[in-house]
């Protein structure tokens, strides 16, 4: 009975005719002959793909791996008893949408790049995968934004949905948002690091000030815009204030999910392994110790904390150690290798690297 009242309830939506829906019965169908797909080029986990002339980052594997560990995931928390879709939004060459079908085993996915010129070789790809009359993929070419507000319209809600946009993503959030279906996944990627600030509710939301003069971070809520200070520089020179925002200061990662992302990829054997120079057991574990609520919002370089106290710079771990062994909170950051997240305050941070040197 469940499965008969979630395939009724997928049949009332209603797919263009020119793609192929995932809610429909299989039909046995005459298929013309296609072009064989093109060679092989590139692999990521043991899924084979050629990038062709699209914009492709083998150094941007990670981020999908960690795509794909959360969306298989998602998809064993939703269970069966309903077809787990997924789009990519701005798919490029297709090798997201790919192990989004191969590795996730997801039902359907609708794979949409801006550029036509891009479909021989997207199509290529996918058809890989699966070749058949009724093959659970689609392609197209639209705005993300359009594609995506037009899902909405229809009303046909996906599982995942995946925006991995070159420059800023924030301008797709609201229509990536409203195709989701209730519960969904959203997975936001940015080639430039730009992150996706300024949606959203106050929840957790506010602006980090940061003082050039003396180094120190700090963050605001949205009534203190008018009272925001340094207490140090801002006397002498106001200039030397920066404020961003508002953007999320709430905490960077969920533990819980983390931990159970490493525990897929040891699973699957992946977690050790290291490919295009990065080992998902340590990104991983470096990221749940992120996770400590008490961190704030950024990261201090080594470097900055070296120049400002005037001493070579202390190894990594050896500094990590000394500001819990004070009381704080520190760990590595995800996105510099020569830095670490901490609440301690900067010149805590300088006393700390100066009482290293004196040691050695």
């Given at each position: 009975m469940a499965i008969s009242a979630a395939a009724a309830a997928a049949a009332a939506l209603s797919f263009p005719r020119a793609l192929p829906s995932p809610f429909q019965p299989r039909r046995h169908r005459h298929r013309r002959r296609s072009a064989e797909p093109p060679a092989c080029a590139h692999s990521e986990r043991g899924v084979t793909f050629d990038p062709g002339s699209a914009f492709y980052r083998s150094d941007s594997a990670a981020g999908r791996d960690l795509a794909v560990l959360a969306a298989t995931l998602h998809r064993r928390a939703a269970g069966p008893s309903a077809p787990f879709l997924c789009l990519d939004a701005m798919c490029g060459c297709g090798v997201r949408a790919l192990r989004y079908l191969a590795q996730v085993g997801a039902d359907f996915v609708w794979a949409n790049d801006a550029s036509e010129a891009l479909r021989p070789v997207i199509v290529g790809n996918l058809s890989r995968f699966e070749r058949a009359p009724d093959r659970r993929w689609a392609v197209s070419h639209l705005d993300a934004t359009r594609l995506l507000s037009e899902r909405y319209l229809r009303r046909e809600y996906f599982d995942v949905i995946d925006v991995d946009s070159f420059g800023g993503d924030a301008a797709y959030i609201r229509a990536a948002l409203l195709a989701l279906r209730i519960g969904g996944l959203l997975y936001l990627t940015s080639t430039d690091w730009r992150s996706a600030r300024g949606y959203g509710s106050r929840s957790n939301y506010g602006f980090i000030c940061h003082c050039k003069s003396c180094g120190q971070s700090r963050t605001f809520g949205f009534d203190e815009l008018g009272q925001i200070t340094c207490g140090c520089a801002?006397?002498?020179?106001?200039?030397?204030?920066?404020?961003?925002?508002?953007?999320?200061?709430g905490p960077l990662h969920d533990t819980t999910f983390l931990t159970e992302m490493l525990s897929l990829a040891t699973e699957w054997g992946w977690a050790n392994?290291?490919?295009n120079g990065v080992s998902l057991e340590k990104l991983l574990d470096t990221m749940i110790e992120e996770s400590d609520s008490r961190l704030p919002p950024g990261y201090i370089r080594l470097d900055e904390i070296a120049s400002r106290a005037k001493v070579n710079s202390p190894p990594l771990g050896t500094l990590i150690n000394s500001l819990r062994k004070e009381g704080y909170a520190a760990c590595r950051s995800h996105i510099g290798a020569n830095a670490i997240k901490t609440n301690c305050p900067i010149e805590c941070c300088l006393d700390v690297a100066q009482e290293i040197r004196n040691l050695r």
């Open positions: 801002d006397k002498i020179d106001p200039d030397s204030i920066t404020v961003v925002g508002p953007l999320w200061t392994t290291i490919e």
